[in-house]
């Protein structure tokens, strides 16, 4: 299993259909595709073998019909005959018309719950089961690829970008929901990740304000595992939030003022970089030359 | 855009301009915002119901059946009505779900799921009576093939009691299954937006860990194909099992051919109602009328009409057949259902199940949300007179006269009927304000091909 994936997110079905062809035509291999919804032909596109669980229910169905026709036999034939109104009580094939419901329902039985219980366990679906879905919004209107990365990151962005993605990140550890960063999302527009370098970007807090904007906060990493985040004083219409370009639309309230204001912010974001590579700052305070000179 | 054609003269199922988000916030509403007053006042006086019923269930149990309005003659009256009358409300359910799933009638999506819970909750119902008429229900393990305490007795699966037993329980099982398959995705849709640690463990508990991933879907897709495949005929063989409960009788007015489909088209009927009973104010009270559409109103108001046309042409070949039967007794049971004491009984479900239906062949009315709602509460109590008819017309005038008698309810029958409604109601205002209502993962795949939005946009492309 690759240590490193790339997460493309798309905010539209057919977007991600046209994106699965693009990768697939340039032999990218694709782990796994996450959506909010069944998207109609995306099994084939993916060469998803067809589910044999139509014929595992068949076999079910099978055992339930059997079971249904060995109960009954032992239970009216075989261990206690009696004389209802005068029915056949010696012969199950005589008596069989009286049978028939209780063996369909239970083929019926067997049938349904197996089937479900088989949909359950290979699926890894059970009550406590941890949620897999790399970012939340797959559940709700996003569409996420799960791409691993055998040193061939640049060529896989570089296709992506050619696609009209939402959103593109590059995942270092196996792909785990980390419970401290749960209530952000990242949108990096630099991926390098190395111990002696620090990396920034923007990222939103999840708690969004009562006319819908939230806080946009500017996110320190380096490395592996240490990261913190502080807010940039900004509050921003995520609607708006172009990841690609890290700006606002211009649908944004006074989006000229907002982006003069982040692009000060990316001039610091700059210069800090310099001066924590230079060694004459610490990663614990790198923050302070970006938001403090505000 | 292509593969999303669907032609121009389909009415849009989805209206409002919606994006696949807003579909996520339209169905969480309901659960992430506080109940309203109106609905504690609703849940109030359910639960208020369902206390009352549970005094005169307790009050049955201690005392014995004796506390009900049964007598020698009439064995049978309230609680197989109630019963018979919960399990038809159980029927719309899994017709909408799984015969509308295999007939790819995407208007179900809408609807699918409530329909689904009231099916469960009525079940439910539906399943109390026969227990709580054991008068000993801690022994109503009995019912199961296991041998008898005293012996090797078994239960007799010659009989359509048993069947029942096995019907009913496959039926509220695979249905609970069935319904909550596919609730999973929309649990997890829940989930991933709760902000309150509380609320994120119960839909993290629930949604069985949900990921969304496309090998899932496939699955999911084809489960829900063969769990509709495997719920048509079981919706079927339902209400033939309990109509069988009569058909397989000997008594005149029960000992009918005509019994199972006359059963299950009139299952069909009351379900329906009932679901528009619960939809027409649920949409106004979670502002889902975007989802449940005048266009959902209508189609259903159209099956209504349609089974309700079939329960009024089974009245009439009952009393065809009985005639042409040339058996008197036959005759008299039919002739005694429209004339004898019992008449208003007999009318009133007539009037309520084969003359209201009939207004829905104006499309001003079926298109009317108030006259749909008044029609749907005169089709659920037409349909418990239909049951009351069947059962008590024909058991209260025995073989000999001097067993004649009339049956009325004591105060216990009534307080169990309405204890059920009661319990109902409290399920089904408890499920509302927890439950995705919508199958919104479903109402997305269909977003872009009957979308009001997207509809346009293709109209004006041509």
């Known amino acids: 299993m690759a240590e490193k994936f790339i997460h493309a997110v798309y905010d539209d079905d057919d977007k991600l259909l046209d994106a699965i062809k693009n990768l697939k035509k340039n032999k990218i291999m694709i782990e796994e595709v996450f959506t909010p919804f069944p998207v109609h032909g995306l099994d084939h596109l993916l060469d998803l073998k067809p589910t044999r669980i139509a014929i595992a229910a068949f076999i079910y169905g099978c055992i339930g019909f059997t079971f249904g026709v060995l109960m009954i036999n032992y239970i009216m034939i075989v261990d206690w005959p009696q004389n209802i109104g005068g029915k056949p009580s010696f012969s199950l094939l005589e008596n069989l018309p009286a049978f028939v419901p209780v063996m369909f329902e239970l083929t019926v039985f067997f049938t349904g719950h197996l089937m479900v219980i088989t949909f359950y366990l290979r699926s890894r679906l059970w009550p406590f089961k941890e949620a897999e879905n790399p970012i939340p919004e797959t559940t709700d209107d996003k569409f996420l690829i799960q791409i691993p990365i055998y040193g061939n990151e640049s060529k896989i962005k570089s296709i992506i970008k050619t696609t009209d993605f939402y959103d593109l990140t590059v995942i270092d550890e196996p792909v785990k929901k980390p419970d401290n960063t749960q209530d952000e999302e990242i949108h990096n527009f630099e991926e390098t990740k190395t111990d002696s370098e620090i990396t920034i970007g923007f990222v939103f807090h999840a708690r969004k304000y009562s006319d819908g904007s939230s806080n946009l906060r500017i996110q320190f990493t380096r490395g592996r595992g240490q990261q913190y985040a502080k807010n940039s004083g900004l509050r921003i219409y995520r609607k708006h939030w172009i990841s690609k370009k890290s700006e606002v639309s211009e649908k944004h309230p006074e989006y000229e003022k907002v982006n003069k204001a982040i692009s000060s912010i990316k001039e610091k974001i700059n210069s800090v970089k310099q001066i924590f590579a230079d060694g004459k700052i610490s990663f614990e305070d790198a923050y302070k030359e970006v938001i403090e000179n505000q | 855009m292509g593969s999303h054609y669907e032609a121009p003269i389909r009415k849009p199922l989805v209206t409002g301009n919606k994006t696949y988000h807003q579909i996520s916030v339209d169905v969480a509403r309901p659960i992430e915002g506080s109940a309203n007053k109106q609905w504690w006042i609703v849940f109030g006086i359910s639960l208020t119901l369902f206390m009352w019923g549970i005094g005169c269930i307790i009050y049955t149990i201690s005392t014995g059946i004796g506390t009900w309005g049964l ?278 479900m007539m009037t309520c199940n084969v003359f209201s239906p009939q207004f829905m062949w104006f499309k001003k009315l079926r298109t009317s949300i108030v006259f749909s709602f008044v029609i749907s509460i005169v089709v659920n109590i037409g349909m418990w007179f239909e049951r009351f008819v069947i059962i008590v017309t024909s058991l209260h005038r025995d073989y000999l006269p001097s067993s004649w008698t009339m049956f009325s309810p004591t105060f216990v029958d009534i307080g169990i009927f309405l204890g059920t409604i009661g319990f109902f109601f409290v399920l089904f205002l408890l499920y509302a304000r927890t439950f995705p209502v919508i199958a919104q993962a479903e109402v997305k795949t269909i977003l872009k091909s009957s979308g009001d939005n997207y509809k346009e946009l293709r109209d004006k492309k041509k």
């Not at chain 2, 305490?149 to 009691?161: I, Q, Y």
């Not at chain 2, 319904?179 to 989930?191: E, H, K, N, S, V």
């Open chain 2, 71 to 348: 007598n020698k003659t009439v064995g049978w009256a309230w609680d197989i009505t109630n019963f018979v009358w919960w399990v038809g409300i159980g029927h719309a359910g899994t017709l909408i779900s799984a015969v509308l799933l295999l007939f790819r009638q995407k208007w179900r999506m809408g609807i699918n799921r409530s329909a689904e819970a009231m099916t469960i909750f009525s079940v439910i119902q539906a399943g109390l009576f026969p227990i709580i008429h054991m008068g000993r229900p801690w022994l109503a393990y009995w019912i199961v093939p296991i041998p008898n305490t005293f012996g090797s007795l078994w239960v007799n699966f010659n009989s359509p009691l048993l069947w029942d037993v096995f019907a009913i329980s496959t039926y509220l099982t695979v249905s609970l299954v069935f319904w909550w398959t596919g609730l999973l995705p929309d649990f997890a849709m829940i989930r991933d937006r709760a902000v309150k640690p509380f609320q994120k463990k119960i839909y993290s508990l629930v949604s069985f860990g949900w990921s969304g991933r496309a090998k899932d879907w496939q699955r999911f897709e084809e489960v829900s194909l063969v769990l509709a495949g495997l719920a048509t005929p079981l919706v079927l063989s339902v209400h033939t099992i309990v109509s069988f409960d009569f058909a397989t009788s000997v008594i005149p007015g029960w000992h009918t051919t005509i019994f199972p489909p006359y059963f299950v088209a009139g299952a069909i009927f009351s379900g329906f109602a009932m679901v528009q009973t619960l939809l027409i104010v649920m949409r106004k009270v979670c502002n889902l009328e975007d989802y449940i559409t005048v266009q959902h109103i209508e189609l259903m108001n159209i099956v209504i009409m349609i089974t309700g046309s079939i329960v009024g042409c089974a009245y009439i070949t009952e009393l065809f057949i009985a005639w042409y039967s040339g058996v008197e007794y036959e005759q008299y049971a039919f002739l005694n259902r429209a004339t004898g004491p019992y008449w208003w009984a007999y009318w009133a």
